[in-house]
DNA sequence: TGCCGTGATGGGAGCGCTCCCACTTCGGTG
DNA sequence: CACCGAAGTGGGAGCGCTCCCATCACGGCA
C-alpha cells in the first residue's frame, strides 16, 4: 500500500511534555493555551507561550487529529478531465479564495483529482476515513454520484456551482442569468439589433442559466425572441466555430454575439474572420467567464467576471461553519457577477 | 491556533483490532499485510485481506503518521505573486504530473500559497513539524531563502527549475537552451535572414538559457551576432510590446522573432500589427511555454513545449527517493523539449 | 470558624497505528 | 532423536496529542 522509507536523520521536535516542563506547568495546561481555552490564568499563558517561543514548539499535526477525532484538513476535488480547469484564472482565484481562508483557520489544504467513478468512490472511503473534516468540490457534472456519497457517508461538502434550479446540496454560484442579463444589455444598449446567442453543454445549469438570462433580457428590452438566433455549443472553441457558421447561415443580418464560454467566443471569432465579419465593426462580440483567452483575443474580449475569489472564499466560510456543526442558513449562496468591457464590442 | 469544532455524528470506522479479531489474527499480522510485508503465510493473507474487504477498512492515516514517525504527505509550494501560474497549462499538467505519481505511493498533496518571507519561514518551521515528507518547490526566484532553509531543517524537497547554472539543490527542469536553439533552428530553416529574439526577466535563470540557445544555434549555423537584434523583456505581453517597437526601430528589417515566452509574444505580435507587420508574412514568430494563448493567438503561435507533465512526475520521483534516503545519483535532471509549429513561422 | 462554589491545574486514559521483541512451529541436520 | 535456525505470528510499548475527571487553592458566606 505504502512504499517502505527510512526516516531521514531529521531532529527531533520539542512535544507539548517538554513545553510543560519548561513552563512548569502541566501538559493539559499547555494544550489549554495552544487551543485558546479561556480557563486559564493570564501569568501561566504568558510562562506558556514563553516556553513554546523557547523551544520553538510546534504542535504535531497527526497526534492533534488522533487524539482530537479530526484531521485540520479538507480536500479540494478536481473532476480529472477538468484539469483544463488549472488553465482559467477562475480557478486560481477559486483557490485562492479557499487557501486564504483556510490560513485563517490554520487547516490544510489536500489537493485531489478524481477521474474515474470508481475512483470517486474511493475518494468517499477515503473521506470517510478521518482524512479530512470537509470536502470542497468544483465542476460537479450532472451524474456526479461524489456529492451525495459524501452526504451519506455525513462528510461536510460544498461545492462550486449548482448542477439544477433546485440544488439542495450546498453550494456557491455565480450568478450566470444576472451575468448573461448584462452582456445582452450591453449589446443592446450598443445598439445590437439581432442579438444572437451560443450556448454552453445543455447538460450542464450554468448554460442553461446563461440561455434564460439571454430570454430574459431580451424579453425586459422588448425584443421578440428569435430561435434562429440561438445555437448550440459545448464551452469548446470548436463547438463556437460551429454555431457561428450556423448562425451566419440562418442570420446572415445579426450584429451581437453573446458566448456562453471565451473559448466559445473564441472560435466564433475564427468563424467570423473567415466569413470577412469584423469585430466588433460587424459583429459585437461578448463570452463569459474572463479567462485568459479574453484578454489575449484580437480585439480583446468583452466578457462577463464572476467574483472568484470572493466565491472560494464562501465556500470555504460555508464548509467550516457546516464541520463546526453550525445549521445551514440556505442550501446556497449566489454572488453577483461583473461585466468586464473591452474592444470586441 | 485552530477553531473549536463539534465534530458531526459521523459513524466510527473500523480499526485495524477489529480487523484483526475478524480474521482471526493478530494486530502485528494485519499490519504486515497492509504494508505489503514478505513474512506472511498466504493463507494468513487472504483471510486478512477478506476481513479487511468486508468491513470496508481503511487505515487512520493520523494514527499511521503518528506511530510511524511520518506524514505520508508532500506539500506543493507556489510563492502567492505567482498565482498566474494557475493560469498555465504548464502548471496544471506539472500538477496532473504529480498527482499521478503521488497516487501511486499513496501520498497526499498539500496546497500551499506563500506570499511574504516571513511566510515562508513559517511554512520551513511547519514542514519540520512532522508535518509533511517532503516539499515540492515551483517557480523559485533567485533570492528566495525557502530552499536552504528547507535544507537547513533536513527536508526533502526538490524543485521545478534553477536558479543558476550551477544549482546544487535538486530540480527538475526543461531544455530552455536546447528549446531556444530549435525555436531559432527553424527559423533559420525556414528562409529567415534577421533573426531577433525578445528575452525575459534578466534576473530569471531560464531567460538566461532561452538567450544563451539563441545565440549558440545562430553561432551554429554560422550567422553573425548582432546586439542590435537582442531586446529585453520581462516575461510580460507589455514588456514584449515595448521590446518588439525596439526592435522595430533598431533593425526594422528583421523577419523573425523568438521570444521568450507567449505571453511576450503576444505583446510582439500586437506591436507588429499597430506597426502594419504581418505574421508571418514580414515577420515569423516563436514563442516559449506553448501556453493556452499561443493556440488563441492570431494567427497561432509556434511555441516551444516542455514535457510538463512528465516533469511533475520526475519531480515526484525524485522527492520519493530522496525521502526514502536513496542517495541522489545527480543534483537535477533536465528533460527535453519539442518545438510545436503552427501558423506563425 | 467551617463549609462550599468557583476558577485553575495536573495527569491518567486513550486515539489507531507501527515497531520490535519474544514466542511457537516445523523441517532439516548432525 | 535432540538441536537449531528460519518463518510466521502475537502483542506490549509507545508515538504526541486531547479529553476529562480529580484535585487544589481561595474567597465569600452563614
Redesign the pocket.
Known sequence: ??I??H?AGRE?????????ER??????????V??G?????????VAVEAAIADLG????R???A?????ADAVALVVPEPETRLFAEPYFAAIIRGVTSELAEADIQLLLTLSSTASERERFAQYAA??RVDGVLLVSVHGEDPLPELLAENGIPAVMNGRRSADEAFPHVDGDNVGGARAAVRHLLERGARAVATITGSRDMYAAQCRLDGYYAELAASGVDEDEGLVAHGDFSEEGGYRAMYELLGRRPRLDAVFCASDLTAAGARRALREAGRSVPGDVALVGFDDSAIARHMDPPLTSVRQPTEEMGRAMTRALLAEIAGEPAAAPGLILPTELVRRASS
Chains 1, 2 share one sequence.
Do not use: C, F, K, W
Open positions: 500500500m505504502a517502505a522509507r526516516r527531533r521536535r520539542p512535544t507539548l511534555e517538554q513545553v510543560a513552563a512548569g506547568v502541566g501538559r493539559g495546561t499547555v494544550s489549554r495552544i487551543n481555552s479561556p480557563r486559564v490564568s493570564d501569568r501561566t499563558r514548539y510546534v504542535p504535531h497527526a497526534a492533534r488522533l487524539a482530537g477525532n479530526r476515513g478521518n
